[in-house]
């Protein structure tokens, strides 16, 4: 069965600091790797996936992931945060066509 | 096309009404998702369709829930006799068949059972 695993629940940082958030996921087949976030009272918006091909996968807003098959995970990272990157951020991977998420990160940005 | 949209935004109900909530799709997807979100929790999924065949359902969804999507286009998603504990956010979604291919996201509809 696959799952994922969000190991930190709340990411406070400052605002142009750098952020890593952590993603581990479970799987003994190929995958499909998602990050999405999701602002208050709202659905959720696609930052960047992983199918295949470079392990470095860049999204929207100045968003990064690298794919790491080793440690089986897929981390998020953004060098210079804003503000407006104040939300909640999941990680999914494809089962079966459908998404299986973790349970979230909330990151907040302070001025 | 403006995206995948639902309705209601918000519905408050007593406990033991029924409620039904509809999701209007991107029009070119043929797969249409239904997850549900509660507080502190990602998305887990309740069901699924392909056009208008529910293809698969969750462990979650009751008896109590019923999906349609009867024309391959709409979807509707409905709760009877609801309890406190359905209180979440309904979340659908729908893409284009194919491995990999981006779900997008309606904005849910919230549902508070009083």
């Known amino acids: 069965a696959q799952s994922v695993t969000q190991l930190d629940s709340q990411v406070p940082v400052f605002e142009e600091a750098p952020v890593e958030l952590r993603c581990n996921y479970s799987?003994?087949?190929?995958?499909?790797l998602f990050w999405y976030v999701q602002y208050p009272n709202q659905g959720l918006q696609l930052l960047l996936k992983y199918l295949s091909g470079s392990t470095l996968v860049k999204g929207i807003n100045g968003f990064e992931a690298e794919f790491n098959k080793s440690q089986t995970s897929f981390h998020l990272r953004k060098p210079s945060v804003h503000i407006s990157d104040t939300a909640e951020y999941f990680c999914?991977?494809?089962?079966?066509?459908?998404?299986?998420f973790g349970t979230g990160t909330r990151l907040q940005v302070f001025p | 096309d403006t995206g995948v949209s639902q309705d209601p935004r918000h519905k408050i109900t007593k406990r033991g009404q029924n409620v039904t909530f509809r999701c209007d799709p991107i029009s070119e997807h043929n797969r249409l998702y239904w997850y549900r979100q509660t507080l502190g929790q990602g998305p887990e999924f309740l069901t699924y369709?392909?056009?208008?065949?529910?293809?698969?359902k969750s462990r979650l969804l009751s008896d109590r829930f019923s999906a349609e999507r009867p024309k391959g286009s709409f979807s509707t998603l409905e709760i009877q006799r609801t309890e406190q504990g359905d209180s979440a956010m309904y979340l659908c979604a729908s893409r284009s068949t194919g491995e990999g291919t981006e779900a997008f996201f309606g904005q849910g509809t919230r549902l508070t059972v009083v």
């Open positions: 799987s003994s087949v190929s995958v499909y």
């Open positions: 369709f392909q056009n208008e065949a529910q293809l698969e």
């Open positions: 999914a991977v494809s089962r079966s066509d459908k998404l299986i």
